[in-house]
């Protein structure tokens, strides 16, 4: 597709449920990202994804929370055992380059919203 | 990516111009300037960048005076489907992108 997709745009689980999210990049993208948004609140960086690899995962809050990107390009965030405070939109995104600079962007997809009951 | 200070909200009305200003006073010498807008249920997008002087696109402009340690982004008669935030990001070579709290715009009839 032209631009990043993302699987479900909702999700409402109940509380110690699994649940998985998935996010299909820019083909070709190099990189990919996963982010957190509370409401009303910036996205906060989860993970990082170069390939396959697993470069970053400082942001990943607790380790209920992973992701995988076994073929470089589609990747899951899963949460296990949800909880309420994992209620957010979960937002991917893909950039076709290593790192950021000049004429580099990110394009992100428009997000999971999970709600934890 | 360099410590950036934007306003949390600004109010605008239908055809005005909305200018934010973002400070940056510990840019880099390599660093560039980069905004970011998010529309409501959607995720961030790349609207437009610069390293000095002005940058025009369809979009927006950006201002960045010499000494390169505030930026502005300026969005020429708003509409109301401008209402959105607006993130001012610094830096050059990182791998991931940090936003801070953004700066919400809204537009009124």
């Known amino acids: 597709g032209a631009g990043v997709s993302q699987s479900p745009r909702y999700k409402v689980a109940k509380r110690g449920q699994d649940v998985a999210l998935r996010c299909d990049p820019i083909?070709?993208?190099?990189?990919l990202f996963w982010y957190q948004q509370a409401l009303g609140q910036g996205p906060e960086f989860l993970t990082y994804?170069?390939?396959?690899?697993?470069?970053?995962k400082s942001g990943l809050p607790s380790d209920r929370f992973f992701a995988e990107r076994p073929e470089g390009s589609v990747s899951t965030l899963k949460i296990q055992r949800t909880q309420q405070e994992d209620s957010a939109v979960y937002l991917c995104a893909s950039s076709r380059e290593p790192r950021f600079g000049m004429n580099t962007e990110a394009f992100f997809g428009q997000g999971t919203r999970l709600t934890v009951v | 990516l360099a410590k950036t200070t934007q306003p949390i909200s600004m109010d605008s009305y239908e055809g005005q111009e909305v200018n934010i200003t973002c400070s940056h006073n510990?840019?880099?010498?390599?660093?560039?300037i980069t905004w970011y807008q998010q529309f409501p249920s959607q995720g961030p997008r790349f609207i437009i960048q610069?390293?000095?002087t002005k940058v025009t696109n369809e979009v927006a402009s950006l201002f960045i005076p010499a000494d390169r340690k505030s930026s502005t982004l300026s969005l020429p008669r708003v509409s109301l489907s401008d209402t959105a935030v607006y993130y001012c990001l610094v830096g050059t070579g990182f791998q991931k992108l940090v936003f801070g709290t953004g700066t919400r715009l809204l537009v009124s009839p």
């Open positions: 083909s070709g993208h190099v990189s």
């Open positions: 610069g390293y000095k």
């Open positions: 994804f170069q390939n396959e690899a697993q470069l970053d």
């Open positions: 510990n840019i880099a010498t390599n660093d560039y």
